[in-house]
T-cell receptor, first 114, second 109 residues
Framework: ETGVTQTPRHLVMGMTNKKSLKCEQHLGHNAMYWYKQSAKKPLELMFVYSLEERVENNSVPSRFSPECPNSSHLFLHLHTLQPEDSALYLC?????????????FGPGTRLTVT | GQNIDQPTEMTATEGAIVQINCTYQTSGFNGLFWYQQHAGEAPTFLSYNVLDGLEEKGRFSSFLSRSKGYSYLLLKELQMKDSASYLCAVRDGDYKLSFGAGTTVTVRA
């Protein structure tokens, strides 16, 4: 089983739809992250959960709503998105202990908003 | 704010050496990562520097100078499979990574 999995891999949705992205990590990590990656732009950190508590929320519009029901699963609920939200959404996890801060990424969900 | 700069593109020949520079100006610094990302795939970890100096891992080496706000990733004996985007990221705190826009390296035969 690969370390971090994401579903779906591709998603096309209209601006009035509601959909959810799912991330699962099989590494026993205690922190999980959502990033947005747009073409030719740096990865943008959206949300961080540590021990299922949200610890970072980087001024993300409310049309993106994260949920972390347990330490292995992370969701990103989407509603009334805009075309500029089309991007690759990456999930990552890490074990936050002294000396170890590497983040492991999933393959991403390619989102297109029409 | 965070400012992390790296070149947009680099091209090199198979078997050659390429050096990807990264300069940063960030509000905090707790270490610097390099990641490799092939098109359509997840970023994968290459290296992590906290102290000044050179870290070597096989064909890849990474260097850090904290006083200069500067790092580089050195790729030796380039192979076609090294064609990818290379991301520089600064760790600020326990969780936050601030990324550069990435350097696309193209290896030609």
């Amino acid at each position: 089983e690969t370390g971090v999995t994401q579903t779906p891999r591709h998603l096309v949705m209209g601006m009035t739809n509601k959909k959810s992205l799912k991330c699962e990590q099989h590494l026993g990590h205690n922190a999980m992250y959502w990033y947005k990656q747009s073409a030719k732009k740096p990865l943008e950190l959206m949300f961080v959960y540590s021990l299922e508590e949200r610890v970072e929320n980087n001024s993300v519009p409310s049309r993106f709503s994260p949920e972390c029901p347990n330490s292995s699963h992370l969701f990103l609920h989407l509603h009334t998105l805009q075309p500029e939200d089309s991007a690759l959404y990456l999930c990552a996890s890490s074990q936050v202990i002294a000396g170890s801060y590497e983040q492991y990424f999933g393959p991403g969900t390619r989102l297109t908003v029409t | 704010g965070q400012n992390i700069d790296q070149p947009t593109e680099m091209t090199a020949t198979e078997g050659a050496i390429v050096q990807i520079n990264c300069t940063y100006q960030t509000s905090g610094f707790n270490g610097l990562f390099w990641y490799q990302q092939h098109a359509g795939e997840a970023p994968t970890f290459l290296s992590y520097n906290v102290l000044d100096g050179l870290e070597e891992k096989g064909r890849f080496s990474s260097f850090l100078s904290r006083s200069k706000g500067y790092s580089y990733l050195l790729l030796k004996e380039l192979q076609m499979k090294d064609s990818a985007s290379y991301l520089c990221a600064v760790r600020d705190g326990d969780y936050k990574l601030s990324f550069g826009a990435g350097t696309t390296v193209t290896v030609r035969a």
